[in-house]
């Protein structure tokens, strides 16, 4: 069995593959590759890998034919930097630490992170002045690595994790993808020096945290990496102290990009459209008045969610690799054992097809009966089956505590003259550059 079977993208340059049109604008030509076929090939260098494009080949690597699959090659680059947490396990340790780690994310438990959520949400909107011109990308990558931080460490004992969370994650965040994507043969140059200065301070302080929080007695403690501490399967075993900080690892970069750019996206689309926002402010009111956000004000603010999820259809994550570990049929083409396979949720919720004016803002493609509407497969923001990300909801409910916390005391508006903010290609297409001035609602 071979891959020469399956359509090659077009563009390909002799011994460079389809790098060089990826590298021009990588955004772009993923959205592009759906409409030269639901299955591809391309070339990243002499390394062949299938490209599936289409909400029936998506839903068959990520649902229906999952076993057949494992992580590839981006996440065997990325282990000896971020460990071997949820993200990168497979397998039994992927179950038995998922099934450990779910209760962590349970009701009982966000309702004790909102207020974590709500206190740093007040402390960010607290510290802004009228007439105000904030960076918002920074602000709310700040923002988001402090909440994070916040629920992850105990106040007494985490602070020098906090400090070198903020300092080392933004290096190691911006640089990422490009150091897991670069030949192994280049990873002794001195432009990764940075990179691998933060990641192997930062673990190096995680560890210490986790031998201070573990002498401690962790026992009783809400904070995360307390109850990694204390959590045991049903042989009565725990988590080892390596595993504990591959998880934190992994809470903290799935954690932090994701709600940031989110959090920055909604409010550039919502400077522009007015009479979006002036609805949220109403149900805001109408729903928590005065109060901290709840997670149980969460179903009551749509309108919020509605706007999220839109950012998230429009901006959300780039890419995902899978191997296969057997021979496997994928939208009627054969591929082998040991192919690497690429899918892109941002391509794939860009698709003309499944989304009609695939680029325009809109919220109300998520109004109820539009969802209702729509195939499940058609929306992959987090993943799908086994592999979904686990704390999808924690992300959600800080982005909507800190949206409507931001909105009912503060209207966003670009800078004038300012240019629009454009997609950076990262985990996520997160928003370059987005200078806005801050002005107070009414008397604040």
């Known amino acids: 069995m071979s891959l020469e079977a399956i359509p090659r993208a077009k563009g390909r340059v002799p011994g460079l593959g389809h790098v060089p049109r990826l590298v021009r604008a990588p955004l772009r030509v993923l959205s592009s590759l759906h409409a030269e076929g639901p299955v591809l090939r391309l070339d990243i260098g002499t390394m062949p ?13 990520l649902v229906k034919k999952a076993r057949s699959f494992r992580k590839g090659r981006l996440f065997e680059r990325v282990r000896p930097l971020v460990g071997n947490g949820l993200a990168n396990s497979d397998g039994s340790q992927h179950m038995r630490n998922r099934r450990l780690i779910q209760p962590m994310f349970y009701k009982e438990r966000l309702e004790g992170y909102a207020d974590v ?9 607290d510290s802004w002045r009228d007439g105000q011109v904030v960076d918002v990308d920074r602000a709310m990558g700040a923002h988001a690595i402090e909440t994070l931080a916040a629920t992850l460490f105990s106040t007494d004992i985490g602070a020098p994790a906090v400090r070198a969370v903020q300092e ?114 109403a149900e805001i009111d109408e729903s928590t008045g005065d109060g901290p956000v709840t997670l149980a004000d969460v179903p009551r603010l749509p309108g919020i969610t509605r706007v999220l999820d839109e950012v998230i259809r429009l901006h959300g994550v780039v890419s995902l690799m899978r191997r296969t570990n057997e021979a496997v049929t994928i939208g009627g083409y054969d591929i082998p054992a040991e192919t690497e ?29 539009r969802v209702a509407a729509r195939p499940r497969e058609h929306v992959v923001p987090f993943g799908a089956g086994n592999r979904k990300c686990i704390g999808d909801r924690f992300s959600w409910l800080e982005a909507t505590i800190t949206l409507a916390t931001i909105l009912r005391r503060w209207q966003l508006r670009p800078v004038p003259g300012s240019k629009p903010p454009r997609e950076a290609t990262a985990a996520m297409a997160h928003p370059t550059r987005m200078p806005m001035v801050v002005r107070r609602r009414g008397d604040g």
Do not use: C, Q
């Open 117 to 125: 959520m709500n206190e740093r949400a007040r402390a960010l909107a």
């Open 49 to 61: 890998v299938v490209m599936v494009t289409s909400a029936e080949t998506v839903g068959e690597v």
């Open 341 to 369: 396979v690429l899918l892109s949720p941002y391509a794939l919720h860009r698709h003309p097809g499944l989304y009609p004016d695939p680029d325009r803002f809109d919220p109300d493609r998520w109004l109820p009966e």
């Open 168 to 281: 080392d994650l933004p290096v190691i965040l911006n640089s990422m993808l490009l150091r897991a994507l670069a030949p192994k043969a280049l990873d002794r140059l001195p432009v990764w020096r940075a990179f691998d200065r933060s990641a192997a301070r930062m673990r190096s302080v995680i560890d210490d945290v986790i031998t201070a929080t573990r002498a401690s007695d962790p026992e009783g403690r809400t904070d995360l990496l307390s109850l990694l501490l204390s959590a045991r399967d049903d042989t009565g075993a725990g988590l080892t102290d390596e595993e504990v900080r591959d998880e934190l690892t992994t809470m903290l970069f799935a954690g932090t990009e994701t709600t940031a750019s989110a959090l920055a996206w909604a409010l550039h689309h919502l400077s522009r459209l007015p009479d979006v926002e002036a609805a949220l402010l």
